[in-house]
């Protein structure tokens, strides 16, 4: 009974590369959502995703990152031309309906050099 | 305003004793609450839900929904060294498209 998967678990880049971050949700769920935590800080919203469909991204950077749910594979959240600051713990949780509760994945830790 | 809002601590009491860990949210359209434990360097363990006013219990947790008050507690009773970690308390509302609003955590320290 697998949970939420993510990966890489660890991710090093550049400042100017692309990332790529990778989640499958828990079997049954369709819902995804991506966090961001920075150390020592609070998860921070940053967007909600159903199958082909952004919900709410309210709490994306209006540049450089983007995220998707295609019909068929992962959720991928993507930040281009990274920076140091996007280094950070970033969670996927995935719950089986709208208002559900949400289980979390393990994170993928990006660090920008 | 936060939406929600946790003393930081860092809290310590010592092993057996009960810890008492508490929330305030903002907005009164809130409907669900959650409580979730961070060990450092992992990803957040769902504790305990609760919907409705009153206490809800499992094993050593209680948690408590004042909806007049916006409050929400979670108590730890018999407290152990392994509960030692960051709690995030979340709210859902349904007016923001199932978006939860985490607070910054309680760090808690069970002392043996």
């Known amino acids: 009974n697998a949970g939420v998967m993510q990966n890489p678990r660890h991710l090093v880049r550049r400042r100017g590369q692309e990332a790529r971050l990778r989640c499958s949700p828990m079997?049954?769920?369709?819902?995804v959502y991506w966090y961001r935590q920075l150390p020592e800080e609070g998860l921070k919203f940053m967007v909600y995703l159903q199958k082909e469909n952004i919900i709410d991204e309210s709490g994306m950077p209006k540049e450089r990152f983007s995220a998707e749910f295609p019909k068929e594979g992962p959720s991928i959240l993507r930040i281009q031309q990274v920076v140091r600051g996007d280094s950070a713990a970033y969670f996927c949780?995935?719950?089986?309906?709208?208002?559900?509760?949400?289980?979390f994945g393990p994170g993928t830790r990006l660090t920008v050099l | 305003q936060k939406e929600v809002e946790q003393n930081s601590g860092p809290l310590s009491v010592p092993e057996g004793a009960i810890a008492s860990l508490n929330c305030t949210y903002s907005d009164r359209v809130s409907q669900s609450f959650f409580w979730y434990r961070q060990y450092s360097g992992k990803s957040p363990e769902l504790i305990m839900s609760?919907?409705?006013?009153g206490d809800k219990e499992d094993g050593r947790f209680t948690a408590q929904l004042n909806k007049a008050s916006q409050y929400v507690s979670l108590l730890i009773r018999d407290s152990q060294p392994s509960d030692s970690a960051t709690y995030l308390c979340a709210v859902n509302r349904r007016d923001t498209g199932n978006q939860f609003y985490f607070g910054t955590g309680t760090s808690l320290t069970v002392i043996p």
């Open positions: 949780a995935s719950s089986k309906q709208g208002m559900d509760t949400q289980y």
């Open positions: 609760i919907y409705s006013n």
């Open positions: 079997k049954g769920h369709s819902h």
